[in-house]
């Protein structure tokens, strides 16, 4: 799945300015950036939710895509349970839902409202949700919103295990823009365009965050340095990076980055 | 039996006619509930006194140019909130009130028209014909196929819809059929309690259920249900103490509804109560 030139706008702003990016089959992929960079927009337009106003998205064909939103909000007026959500995704015997979420650690909820589950174990639910019909390609919206680093660590660990079990890729949306997925081939870090891409460094082979966690467990951790050329204004405006104000024309060549750009 | 001669009965067509109403708008309520849609039916039924006067007007069938007004005021809405500054309660609040008024404006301006304004707003169950009957039968009929057509998408689409979509579900068309639905059960209510009271004939059996049930299938059959009690309860007690049926039915399901919530919980499964 691939991203070309993807543009779009929403009443008048860019959000995503010639985003281009790809997953490959199995491969894990992050999107990192802060609040406000698109990241859900860009996930919204590669799941086919949104057109894009500019570029195009690419697809193999029967692509299987097991998707998990950000948030679940069900009104409480309606009785569902886990086992029912679940059930409606794919009519699965009782016993292939449980075990799907016995995989992910919340097997004793089957039979809980699924209003009365914390953030965590709702995360939980909904990555077994998007589980199942065997995924060719796994999209987490935020998959460890709320969790403490050693919880994020955990969640990660699964995920590479998913991963590794099943075969299929992992594409993660998330807003921490430091701690990162051990065992991630690609981080893109996204403020309305891709700002930098790279390979992430190993939590526990990274000096500055053993001395802050010394005796704290980090695996499925890993730490992304970034290496931008540029700073973002409070609206989102490319600047130079060495602080110059933006009206100073010249400081960068094309601080839009168009394809010659150097990171 | 004579049927033919038993339906000569108004009483008979009365009740038959509130029960097969109940039927469909009892697991409608259900999803306007889920769905926080209250205000939105309210909306769409007080527009159903304008496609009564257009209905005079063109000299068409009543019950159908209620459903096709209805149907143009819901796609209007669901219109206008996407593309509205204003609240969508606000919005909501306009159209509900102008709707009703403007129909009521209509039908006077229909010569040589005299309506029985209180018929329309408050419902005339009693004065149900046979023709009135068929009709009603009709629509419920297609509005109950519909609704099961549409159960499950429609149901994902009420849990999560940006999953559901990702899952396959074209929300399009379901919303416009869920549009169609709550036409037709307020052409098909409209006689039963007037266009007033049709969202409480929706909302109240399905608020009321909810205690009880533990899957949406169990919240929204047993709204049916409820709302068929409410009907034989209210007719009875209209005619009981000559109260107007309509707002007799409404009281019936009022008064289940508190008595319901009344239950202590231990008498109610331990998964509903929360």
Same mark, same amino acid.
């Given at each position: 799945?691939?991203?070309?030139?993807?543009?779009?706008?929403?009443?008048?702003?860019?959000?995503?300015?010639?985003?281009?990016?790809?997953?490959?089959?199995?491969?894990?992929?992050?999107?990192?950036?802060?609040?406000?960079?698109?990241?859900?927009?860009?996930?919204?337009?590669?799941?086919?939710?949104?057109?894009?106003?500019?570029?195009?998205?690419?697809?193999?064909?029967?692509?299987?895509?097991?998707?998990?939103?950000?948030?679940?909000?069900?009104?409480?007026?309606?009785?569902?349970?886990?086992?029912?959500?679940?059930?409606?995704? &794919?009519?699965?015997?009782?016993?292939? #839902?449980?075990?799907?979420?016995?995989?992910? %650690?919340? !097997?004793? $909820? /089957?039979? =809980?409202?699924?209003?009365?589950?914390?953030?965590?174990?709702?995360?939980?639910?909904?990555?077994?949700?998007?589980?199942?019909?065997?995924?060719?390609?796994?999209?987490?919206?935020?998959?460890?919103?709320?969790?403490?680093?050693?919880? &994020?660590?955990?969640?990660?660990?699964? #995920?590479?295990?998913?991963?590794?079990?099943? %075969?299929? !890729?992992? $594409? /993660?949306? =998330?807003?921490?823009?430091?701690?990162?997925?051990?065992?991630?081939?690609?981080?893109?870090?996204?403020?309305?365009?891709?700002?930098?891409?790279?390979?992430?460094?190993?939590?526990?082979?990274?000096?500055?965050?053993?001395?802050?966690?010394?005796?704290?467990?980090?695996?499925? #951790?890993?730490?992304?340095?970034?290496?931008?050329?540029?700073?973002?204004?409070?609206?989102?405006?490319?600047?130079?990076?060495?602080?110059?104000?933006?009206?100073?024309?010249?400081?960068?060549?094309?601080?839009?980055?168009?394809?010659?750009?150097?990171? | 039996?004579?049927?033919?001669?038993?339906?000569?009965?108004?009483?008979?067509?009365?009740?038959?006619?509130?029960?097969?109403?109940?039927?469909?708008?009892?697991?409608?309520?259900?999803?306007?509930?889920?769905?926080?849609?209250?205000?939105?039916?309210?909306?769409?039924?007080?527009?159903?006194?304008?496609?009564?006067?257009?209905?005079?007007?063109?000299?068409?069938?009543?019950?159908?140019?209620?459903?096709?007004?209805?149907?143009?005021?819901?796609?209007?809405?669901?219109?206008?909130?996407?593309?509205?500054?204003?609240?969508?309660?606000?919005?909501?609040?306009?159209?509900?009130?102008?709707?009703?008024?403007?129909?009521?404006?209509?039908?006077?301006?229909?010569?040589?028209?005299?309506?029985?304004?209180?018929?329309?707003?408050?419902?005339?169950?009693?004065?149900?014909?046979?023709?009135?009957?068929?009709?009603?039968?009709?629509?419920?009929?297609?509005?109950?196929?519909?609704?099961?057509?549409?159960?499950?998408?429609?149901?994902?689409?009420?849990?999560?819809?940006?999953?559901?979509?990702?899952?396959?579900?074209?929300?399009?068309?379901?919303?416009?059929?869920?549009?169609?639905?709550?036409?037709?059960?307020?052409?098909?209510?409209?006689?039963?309690?007037?266009?007033?009271?049709?969202?409480?004939?929706?909302?109240?059996?399905?608020?009321?259920?909810?205690?009880?049930?533990?899957?949406?299938?169990?919240?929204?059959?047993?709204?049916?249900?409820?709302?068929?009690?409410?009907?034989?309860?209210?007719?009875?007690?209209?005619?009981?103490?000559?109260?107007?049926?309509?707002?007799?039915?409404?009281?019936?399901?009022?008064?289940?509804?508190?008595?319901?919530?009344?239950?202590?919980?231990?008498?109610?499964?331990?998964?509903?109560?929360?």
């Amino acid at each position: 799945m691939a991203a070309r030139e993807v543009t779009i706008e929403r009443g008048g702003r860019t959000i995503l300015d010639r985003v281009s990016m790809a997953v490959h089959p199995g491969e894990a992929a992050m999107i990192i950036g802060p609040n406000g960079a698109g990241k859900t927009s860009l996930l919204r337009v590669l799941m086919g939710l949104w057109q894009p106003d500019g570029g195009h998205v690419e697809r193999v064909a029967d692509l299987r895509v097991g998707y998990m939103p950000q948030r679940l909000q069900i009104e409480p007026v309606l009785p569902l349970s886990v086992y029912r959500f679940l059930r409606m995704r &794919q009519r699965l015997p009782r016993r292939e #839902l449980l075990a799907k979420l016995e995989r992910v %650690g919340v !097997g004793h $909820l /089957i039979d =809980s409202p699924i209003q009365s589950l914390s953030g965590g174990e709702t995360q939980r639910v909904l990555l077994a949700r998007a589980l199942l019909g065997e995924p060719d390609l796994l999209v987490l919206d935020e998959p460890a919103q709320g969790v403490d680093v050693v919880g &994020q660590g955990d969640v990660f660990v699964m #995920l590479d295990d998913i991963r590794r079990e099943s %075969g299929c !890729g992992v $594409l /993660i949306v =998330s807003h921490d823009l430091h701690f990162v997925m051990a065992g991630a081939e690609t981080v893109i870090c996204l403020n309305q365009h891709v700002c930098c891409t790279g390979n992430p460094e190993e939590v526990s082979q990274h000096p500055e965050y053993r001395r802050l966690f010394p005796s704290v467990d980090l695996r499925g #951790l890993a730490v992304y340095t970034h290496n931008h050329n540029h700073v973002h204004g409070l609206h989102g405006e490319v600047r130079p990076l060495d602080g110059a104000p933006e009206d100073s024309a010249g400081a960068c060549d094309d601080p839009k980055h168009g394809p010659g750009c150097r990171h | 039996m004579d049927i033919a001669g038993w339906l000569d009965d108004f009483l008979v067509r009365a009740v038959l006619a509130g029960l097969m109403v109940a039927v469909v708008a009892g697991p409608l309520g259900a999803f306007v509930v889920w769905r926080r849609m209250a205000y939105f039916g309210d909306t769409v039924s007080h527009s159903a006194l304008l496609g009564v006067a257009l209905g005079f007007l063109l000299g068409l069938n009543l019950n159908l140019m209620v459903t096709l007004v209805c149907i143009a005021i819901a796609v209007l809405l669901v219109i206008l909130q996407r593309y509205q500054e204003l609240g969508s309660d606000t919005l909501l609040g306009i159209l509900a009130h102008s709707a009703l008024s403007l129909g009521i404006v209509a039908v006077a301006f229909v010569e040589g028209l005299r309506v029985d304004l209180m018929a329309y707003l408050f419902g005339d169950i009693l004065a149900v014909g046979r023709d009135d009957l068929l009709a009603i039968a009709l629509g419920g009929l297609i509005a109950l196929v519909l609704l099961i057509a549409l159960w499950r998408p429609l149901l994902a689409l009420t849990v999560h819809e940006e999953l559901a979509r990702v899952e396959g579900v074209r929300a399009l068309p379901v919303r416009l059929g869920m549009m169609l639905l709550i036409a037709l059960v307020i052409a098909a209510a409209m006689q039963v309690v007037g266009v007033l009271l049709i969202t409480a004939l929706m909302i109240i059996p399905a608020a009321t259920s909810r205690r009880f049930a533990r899957t949406p299938e169990q919240m929204a059959i047993l709204a049916g249900v409820l709302g068929m009690l409410a009907v034989g309860a209210g007719i009875a007690g209209s005619f009981q103490w000559d109260t107007p049926t309509g707002p007799s039915i409404v009281v019936a399901a009022l008064l289940g509804f508190i008595l319901v919530q009344l239950l202590p919980a231990r008498l109610l499964p331990r998964f509903g109560t929360r």
